[in-house]
């Protein structure tokens, strides 16, 4: 039994949003992390360079407290070197780049969308091209995507539920828009 090119065409459509749209998600979620991750490092590492000289005498004028000092910084230090070893800064740029480029994609799709249904008999062989076309620039972004740590699978759980949900409530729109 053959399938329809047009039905074709819109499956593949859809699920190019979806997969776009999902990954945009699964990027912010994990440039959230990276961000707080470098803020946290930025803040520990001000706090105690820049203020080490005075607040080293107030902890060292009062003897209870002189082993936070040494533990404070050492901490600082840590996380230091480990968000330069972690290159916190390219995974920063890199998650705001995919997350940018699959978010165009994602819109594209729905646009693409909105189209087929505006012309229900539209010309199969311009919107295959235009698929394809968007299905090649999702391979090329998803070429980039690289393993992160910080990717684990309670947190892809929470942004999949979460996407689902919020797809779920467009389309839910979209149908209850249609006359």
Known sequence: ??????????????????NAGFTEEIEKSLLVRWAWLDSITRIAVA??????????????QNSDYTYL?????SASTLLAIISQQLNVVDKVKRHTGTMAEMGTIAF?????????????QFPIPDFEK??????????????????????????????QAKFDKATAANRLKENSNVR
């Open 1 to 18: 039994m053959a399938i329809d090119p047009r039905d074709a065409i819109w499956n593949e459509t859809y699920d190019l949003q979806y």
């Open 47 to 60: 706090m105690s360079s820049a203020g080490a000289a005075l607040a080293g005498l107030v902890f060292w």
């Open 69 to 73: 000092w040494p533990l404070f910084t």
């Open 108 to 120: 594209d799709s729905g646009t693409l969308i909105v189209r087929m249904k505006v012309n229900p």
């Open 130 to 159: 235009k698929l394809l076309a968007l299905r090649a620039r999702y391979s090329l972004e998803m070429k980039r995507v690289q393993h992160d740590l910080l990717l684990t699978g309670r947190l892809q759980k929470r942004t």
